[in-house]
């Protein structure tokens, strides 16, 4: 088990995970749209979500749209 | 713009503007905030006639399920643009990935661009951070972003802000959510005549319709606001009014107000007058 910081939450997650197998293991649809993720300060585009490992102490945000004004 | 007098009481009139590369036919760039329920949004967004809205990035509920906020505007019977912003961020480095993370998201280079200056006290200003303010702008801008920055009233921050190339300066009316209207629309003016090159919108303070209409009488492009709508006893019809006013305050602006007089000058002629 790998402990990364999800969303400002400590978070144990299986081992090699990648960005995208990560949102699929916390029951997200990674085609869904209206979604931008960052690991440490850098946002990972969608396209290089199922290539990017996410490893033990990465803080990973998983953002949408909110209300706002 | 049209004379006045060659347009119908009944239409509206033609008037498009051009912001961060959209045109636009509102005048109106309204919050999605705070609303009693997605549904008085949305009729919110439908009685002001806006084109752009405003929306937060923020972290995804992972247990959730409902109507997200974008299924919701995806219901709107017109194409909205939407104005992802950077609330509550302190430092232009948070800012700055805020913007990233909504340009992936919402798959748009727009960005309303608020650095805030408090200091987490109880007696907030929501008062913007004028060095990170300019110092994100610049990296945004560098990096491709069309940036609405928010800004005090000061003609020298706003004046950098348009020198740093953004696509809007965003001076406000009065503190976030605080309904005061223009409380110093002499320094709102000044900027106004001081940048005549760049889209000028009042971001915040509006209390009521009218707020609006001054502010579009001072030559301002647009009107930003959220709270004076969704707080308000019936959404909607506030939004309507916004969107009524908007319209009169650029009509009257175009058509040229009469000078102010300290004495009164009759309207109605002397000549004739029984008893001269």
């Known amino acids: 088990m790998a402990r990364i910081v999800l969303n400002g939450a400590p978070r144990d997650v299986p081992d090699g995970l990648t960005v995208e ?16 993720v960052a690991v440490g300060d850098r946002v990972v585009r969608r396209t290089e979500w199922p290539a990017t490992p996410v490893a033990e102490g990465d803080r990973v945000e998983v953002i949408t749209a909110a209300q706002g004004g | 713009m049209t004379g006045p007098d060659l347009i119908p009481a009944s239409a509206a009139p033609a008037d498009p503007w051009t912001v961060g590369g959209v045109t636009l036919q509102s005048r109106i760039l309204l919050g999605t905030s705070r609303y009693p329920s997605l549904q008085s949004l949305l009729d919110s967004v439908d009685a002001s006639g806006t084109e752009m809205v405003t929306v937060a990035v923020r972290r995804i509920d992972l247990a959730g399920d409902g109507e997200s906020l974008l299924d919701a505007l995806r219901r709107s019977p017109r194409p909205l643009h939407l104005l992802p912003n950077t609330a509550g961020c302190l430092t232009a480095r948070e800012a700055i990935l805020t913007a990233q993370l909504a340009r992936e998201a919402l798959d748009t280079n727009l960005i309303k ?33 069309e940036v609405f920055a928010y800004c005090g009233d000061d003609p020298v921050t706003a004046r950098k802000l348009r020198d740093a190339g953004c696509a809007a300066v965003m001076p406000l009316a009065a503190p976030i959510g605080s309904g005061m209207g ?22 915040a303070g509006l209390g009521t319709a009218s707020d609006a209409a001054q502010a ?38 175009g058509a040229g107000r009469i000078p102010t007089r300290t004495f009164a000058t009759a309207s109605t002629p002397d000549t004739g007058r029984i008893g001269t």
Do not use: C, K
């Open chain 2, 113 to 145: 661009l608020e650095v805030i200056g408090d200091d987490g006290s109880r007696r907030p200003t929501l008062y913007p951070d004028a060095v990170e303010l300019l110092r994100a702008a610049g990296e945004l801008v560098a990096d491709g972003f």
């Open chain 2, 216 to 253: 579009m009488e001072l030559g301002y492009d647009g009107v930003l606001l959220n709270t004076a709508v969704s707080g308000a006893q019936h959404p909607a019809a506030m939004a309507r009014a916004f969107g009524l006013a908007t319209r009169a305050g650029r009509l009257a602006w």
């Open chain 2, 182 to 203: 223009l409380v110093n629309p002499y320094a709102l003016a000044l900027i106004r005549d001081l940048l005549l090159d760049v889209p000028l919108v009042v971001d």
């Open chain 1, 21 to 36: 197998a990560l949102l699929q293991h916390v029951g997200r649809d990674p085609a869904m749209p209206g979604v931008a």
